[in-house]
């Protein structure tokens, strides 16, 4: 069974910065590609970035480009996204998600919020 489970998220100030936690289990982070999305308040979940497998790449939203920084850590099963100069618009629930075996899935996810 593949359970994801976000970490990482809190109450940051513009311009700080937060490295998020996707640990997987019931599937190899290396062998998939693995995602990250966000929903804000009131808005529609979006594409923030995502990690190809087999380390074939990284693609980001043109929002978070430059900013972001998505990694992988093998040994650990976990998938990274390192968010740094954070903005207000940032403030989300970020979630992470796979697609495996024609199932898509997602973790719970990890409230990030951006705030003076």
């Known amino acids: 069974q593949v359970q994801l489970v976000e970490s990482g998220g809190g109450l940051v100030q513009p311009g700080d910065s937060l490295r998020l936690s996707c640990a997987a289990s019931?599937?190899?982070?290396?062998?998939?590609?693995t995602n990250w999305f966000r929903q804000a308040p009131g808005k529609e979940r979006e594409f923030v970035a995502r990690?190809?497998?087999?380390?074939?790449?990284?693609d980001y939203a043109d929002s978070v480009k430059g900013r972001f920084i998505i990694s992988r850590d093998y040994a650990k099963n976990t998938v990274y996204l390192q968010m740094n100069s954070l903005r207000p618009e940032d403030t989300a629930i970020y979630y992470c998600?796979?697609?495996?075996?024609?199932?898509?899935?997602w973790g719970r996810g990890t409230k990030v919020t951006v705030d003076s």
């Open positions: 019931g599937v190899v982070v290396g062998t998939v590609h």
């Open positions: 998600k796979v697609f495996l075996r024609g199932h898509t899935h």
């Open positions: 990690i190809l497998n087999g380390g074939a790449g990284t």
